[in-house]
């Protein structure tokens, strides 16, 4: 009776499952099974190309070393994003989670995810429009302040960053909020009552607690900021070119799918070994 039981408590988990696996399937492993072949060739099989079974894609990695520095160049700008919406974000969800109640709490959620409702491309063009010279930032410094100041963010690192952390923000907020939300207010109360101040309780409590969330945002955004090309191409120019840029200029620009498939086989590679080194890590600061 048990073991009839036990079967058909599977089939309902593998039924409730299985759509979801399917989609996984045919949505990721499918298009990465393509790539991945693509990867090996030495030409697109479309017309009446000749192509043939090569490695000579992955080969140019190591051959040419401004893939190296474009790629190195990338994770940097993933570090520095992920630490500026950490910084950004992560006192902006223990505002929501402890300081905010009732409707006002719903209103700032609201303006979290609102960048989400609108297109990425708007998003963009929309900090062009605020960040170049004469733009809307500077004329509304310059109405402001008592002397001239000239603003002009657009084709820097800076503005590559800012469009980034808008864009990948609500993450971080929002898995730290869940976090931090799962905390008993009675252990921050109990901290107070014996004497430990602000900083202590950051630090002893409510840090260590929500860690996990935080983490989990953070690994939400350092993934996509690493290999991304919209926002250093519109607002980085020609400081705008890393990794993410060379690939699609593979796909989109010069035809050259194989070796676009290989840098992005390359990319997720390395983006795995950097989470697999930093796995244990993390996993050590949250015990």
Known sequence: MSMTLANQQRIKIFSLLSPAYLWLTVAIFLPLSAMFYFSFLSDVPFGQKEWFYSTENYQA?????????????????????????????????????????????????LLVILPFWSNSLVRIFSWAIVLRGNGVLEIALNTILPFEVDVNLMFSTPAIVIGLVHSYLPYVILTSYLALQAIDDNLIDAARSMGANKLTILWRIILPLSLPGLLAGAVLIFVPVVGSFMEPRILGGRVGTYFGTVIEDQFVAVFNWPLGAALSFILLAVVLIILAVASPILRRAQT
């Open 61 to 109: 990695f190591f051959q040419t070393t401004t893939y190296a520095k474009l790629l190195w160049k990338s994770i940097k700008l993933g570090l520095m994003v992920t630490g500026c919406a950490v910084l950004v974000g992560f006192p902006c969800a223990y505002v929501l989670a402890k300081s905010i109640q009732g409707r006002s709490r719903e209103a700032l959620f």
